[in-house]
């Protein structure tokens, strides 16, 4: 009776309308999970990451049973794929706070890093990262698993570095190219989402390891039973004096995604215009390009939406506007929510069992890849974030290995006033590491094309040597002055 009013079809629309509810009933169970229990509660997961994998679970065990997918799998790809970049919208039409922020620690005087140096270290681990990832598949390629592309281990550096979101677009990418076709339609995209679900794993369980370790080095005691707090960098008022009002003729919220939705209308009018001009143009090369525009439209939609904040701001001061529209609020709770919706349809996502020969790569990558990011950050921290090297540390592996969020996790969990600059630290470089990064996305979309290897390789490991010199400066310096 059920069947003849909803269509379980996978293109259907109302089985894509359950599977959004599914996901959001997913993230509600979590959230309960890790308020309730203690394990949960000290895992120090994201709530959004113990619904993916619950929500993997539970579909993974319902196929075995029943043959029965009970989740839209284009619904899924839909909701990974474009809230990334609804939610850098968001934050990129946000106003920055107009406050500057004191870092006043007892006797110790704090010495800020510039953005240009957080952003380096970042990029620096992904470039690392990419390298044991190609390293691996290239030796794989070789012996056990001649079918496997050899370019496709620097999708280590996505899975790990930038989180599932960037997995799955740059997955979406060599899928049209058919880079991995052996493993399905849709293998790229899963060999991508299944190495962030293990990155998530270890920002998580090694992350409790080391935070114990910091906290017994540095003498704090832990309140694991307590909720900490929520992770923002400061407070700030839900209302300006010189914004729009909550209550007027449209709900102030309703702008706030009317200007998202509109930022992202440009954004794809403006690659599909790109698309229309490429392929008219007839070059190989160009109409080759047009799947790398549609995998990183998130960069794409961050450019919009500075042009459109930038213009918002020229309105205003000139008088044509006369209230500012973007809310700062409001803008963080849209692009929390598109993240935490993106990370679960991510992890639910991942075919177990499609993955076949690709567990070998996938275990071998993320298990040399986690190792080697603890090592080379706790060698290089130090260099670089000298009077809070254990905070920093803590951050940057959360996000080197999840994402930001891991970070901040991490982070508070011993310092938990966000007393240090560890927290700005991360944000302010992702920032700068957008603009650092962007040589390095296009590489590793051009990486698993036959004949590019060793060029790309070439490029990524001189691109690491001269972001680790570039780290290191100060030290070296340092040693010519003392020998002078």
Request: contains cysteine; proline residues 4%.
């Amino acid at each position: 009776m059920v069947t003849n009013y909803i269509n379980f079809a996978n293109e259907s629309f109302s089985f894509g309308v359950i599977t959004v509810c599914a996901i959001c009933t997913l993230i509600l169970l979590a959230n309960i999970l890790r308020r309730k229990i203690p394990f949960f509660r000290r895992s120090l997961m994201p709530t959004a990451v113990i619904a993916g994998l619950m929500g993997l679970i539970i579909k993974e065990v319902i196929l075995a049973v029943f043959d029965f997918n009970i989740f839209n799998t284009v619904t899924l790809n839909a909701l990974v794929y474009h809230m990334l970049p609804i939610g850098f919208i968001a934050l990129c039409l946000r106003e920055k706070d107009n406050y500057t922020k004191e870092f006043n620690r007892s006797k110790v005087k704090i010495e800020r890093v510039a953005a240009a140096k957080s952003g380096s270290l970042i990029i620096s681990c992904y470039l690392l990262q990419g390298i044991i990832g190609i390293l691996v598949t290239v030796s794989l390629g070789l012996t056990f698993i001649p079918e496997l592309n050899k370019g496709t281990g620097i999708m280590l550096a996505l899975g790990y570095g930038q989180g599932p979101q960037q997995a799955n677009s740059t997955g979406y990418i060599w899928d049209m190219a058919k880079h991995m076709a052996p493993w399905g339609e849709y293998g790229a995209r899963n060999f991508g989402l299944t190495i962030a679900a293990f990155g998530f794993l270890w920002a998580s369980i090694p992350g409790i390891i080391l935070v114990n370790w910091v906290a017994r080095k540095k003498g704090i005691a832990r309140k694991k039973d307590e909720f900490q707090k929520t992770g923002e960098l400061s407070s700030y008022a839900i209302e300006e004096p010189d914004e729009v009002p909550l209550s007027e003729s449209i709900d102030k919220f309703s702008l706030q995604i009317c200007m998202v939705g509109g930022v992202y209308l440009i954004t794809i009018g403006f690659i599909i215009g790109i698309e229309i001009l490429f392929r008219a143009s007839g070059i190989p090369f160009l109409i080759d390009l047009v799947p790398t525009f549609w995998g990183f439209a998130f960069m794409l939609a961050a450019l919009m939406a500075l042009c459109v904040k930038m213009i918002l701001r020229r309105l205003v001061k000139s008088g044509i506007m006369h209230r500012k529209y973007p809310n700062k609020y409001m803008m963080n709770r849209i692009s929390g929510a598109a993240f935490d919706l993106s990370i679960t349809a991510a992890l639910v996502l991942v075919s177990v069992t499609t993955l076949g020969t690709l567990w070998i790569p996938v275990l071998v990558m993320t298990t040399i890849g986690g190792l080697a990011t603890g090592f080379y950050l706790y060698f290089i921290i130090p260099i670089i974030y000298k009077t809070y090297k254990d905070e920093a540390f803590l951050a940057f592996y959360g996000m080197e290995t999840g994402t930001i969020a891991n970070g901040m996790i991490l982070l508070r969990e011993i310092d938990s006033d966000f007393l240090t600059p560890a927290g700005d630290d991360l944000v302010i470089g992702s920032s700068a590491a957008i603009i650092l990064g962007f040589p390095l996305l296009l590489l590793i979309a051009q990486a698993p094309r036959p004949g590019n290897l060793w060029w790309v390789t070439l490029a990524i490991v001189l691109y690491f040597i001269v972001l680790v010199f570039y780290l290191l400066s100060s030290l070296i310096k340092k040693k010519k002055q003392a020998k002078q």
